[in-house]
């Protein structure tokens, strides 16, 4: 079955960075978008990018351009966010979450997410 | 960016009754709209797809209408596991974006 399991809770000072890992199984791994989303605590759903895992392409929401990259390591079907220059209103909780064949912005299977703390 | 509004809030209502949450886009969109359901401490969990479609495994109660800038998600008979956070969101266009949820609890 498709599972998508991320790395474990992060605390950053501002100013850091951080990349959190989004780990695949039970698909081909190269076959369909990945999407970050990002949830700040008691607020809702706030989408940052995609990336085309097949060929590394991405789109980034102009509100995290310059300040995200995401990522992939097709041997290890895994995908990475980074997102630098920390601020405490990035502490959230991180998603990943796959897309399906022909509908590529619709975010069907989710992995567990990653909650990152930003504080002094 | 393309604005979605959800109304209510949040709900308040019975085992066995009829709930429906609107979503309102800032333009057009087809019917590019998904419903998501989200429980405390968990991810959301995918519903519903081009306004209308039911995600496989998703009970028969729950249904989505509309096109263009309105959208309905109505729960036919509400259950006790249905209390969660519901999000609209629109596939047309990048950046995607969400409504602000509403809550749905449990009399």
């Known amino acids: 079955q498709v599972q998508l399991v991320q790395s474990g809770a992060e605390v950053k000072k501002p100013g850091a960075s951080v990349k959190v890992s989004c780990k695949t199984s039970g698909y081909s791994f190269t076959g369909y978008y990945l999407h970050w989303v990002r949830q700040a605590p008691g607020q809702g759903l706030e989408w940052m990018g995609w990336?085309?895992?097949?060929?590394?392409?991405?789109r980034y929401a102009p509100k995290f351009q310059g300040r995200v990259s995401m990522t992939r390591d097709t041997p290890i079907n895994t995908a990475f966010l980074d997102v630098s220059g920390l601020r405490p209103d990035d502490t959230a909780v991180y998603y990943c979450a796959r897309a399906v064949e022909e509908r590529y912005y619709d975010a069907v299977y989710w992995g567990q997410g990653t909650l990152v703390t930003v504080s002094s | 960016d393309i604005q979605m509004t959800q109304s209510p809030s949040s709900v308040s209502a019975s085992v066995g009754d009829r709930v429906t949450i609107t979503c309102r886009a800032s333009q057009t969109i087809d019917n590019f709209l998904n419903w998501y359901q989200q429980k405390p401490g968990k991810a959301p969990k995918f519903l519903i797809f081009s306004a209308s479609s039911l995600q496989s495994g998703v009970p028969s109660r729950f249904s989505g209408s509309g096109s263009g800038t309105d959208f309905t998600l109505t729960i036919a008979s509400l259950q006790p596991e249905d209390s969660a956070i519901y999000y609209c969101q629109q596939s047309y266009s990048t950046p995607l974006t969400f409504g602000g949820g509403t809550k749905v609890e449990i009399k």
């Open positions: 990336i085309n895992p097949k060929s590394g392409g991405t």
